[in-house]
């Protein structure tokens, strides 16, 4: 297997980074912020974005998981009718840079270990681009990537394939030799329709039996992708 992926295009947020321990909490911040301190439009920005308030946690049916953060601005601007969806876009993108961070994994010995292995790196995000440069960045792994790409790169945003084909045509590598890591369908149907092995990782909302379906393998975390990789 080692000899057959020469590439790894990542999802972002729940695969790089533990979906809930970082955004979960960052999440009821923003919310608190958006309502001026007012209870019951915290409330209403809640229902609009799937998320539990009690558990302080996104419902996994949430829209803001896998979409774009235009897509997040828009449900929360639902909920606040004083404010249009291009003004939340702007606070969330400046917002998400300074997230409580939490990696799956430690990164950096991970992704010097794929390097090793003369595999290529790329990240493939629905966040922003700007938000993906300042999480890499902050984990000390943005100089290991060969491609970063968000939702607004002009490549387009997940499950279309279009931005994971961007990665092949920058690696030259092609896509029967890329695995795609992700946590959410979004990211393994691109991966499918892109022509790539699908991994899926449970440091999502999504759970094993949402992903099997669209995976070659689902792992815990990133972290068990070499041993993976080294199995007969």
Known sequence: ???????????????LFDFSATWSV???KVMQTLSNGNAEVVQNLARAARYDLQAQTFLPDSPIIAGTT??????LASALPD???????????????????????????????????GIALGVMT?????????????????????????????????????????F?????????????????????????????????VLTGMATREDLQSHADVVLTNIGEIPAWLDRD
């Open 70 to 75: 235009r897509e997040a601005a828009e449900c």
């Open 126 to 166: 629905n966040d922003t681009e700007m938000g993906a440069f300042a999480h890499l960045q902050a984990a000390s792994v943005l100089e290991m990537f060969d491609f970063i790409a968000g939702f607004d790169s002009g490549y387009g945003a997940k499950p279309d394939p279009a931005p994971l084909l961007a």
């Open 1 to 15: 297997m080692s000899n057959t992926i020469k590439g790894l295009i990542f999802d972002k947020d729940g695969t």
């Open 83 to 117: 404010r249009s969806a291009d003004e939340i876009e702007n606070f969330l993108a400046e917002e998400a840079q300074a997230a409580p961070l939490a990696p799956a994994v430690p990164l950096p010995p991970l992704m010097s270990e794929f390097q090793r292995r």
């Open 26 to 28: 960052w999440a009821l």
């Open 168 to 200: 092949t045509d920058q690696t030259g590598i092609s896509p029967d030799h890329i695995a795609m890591v992700g946590d959410s369908l979004h990211d393994l149907i691109a991966g499918r329709a892109a022509g790539m092995m699908t991994i899926g």
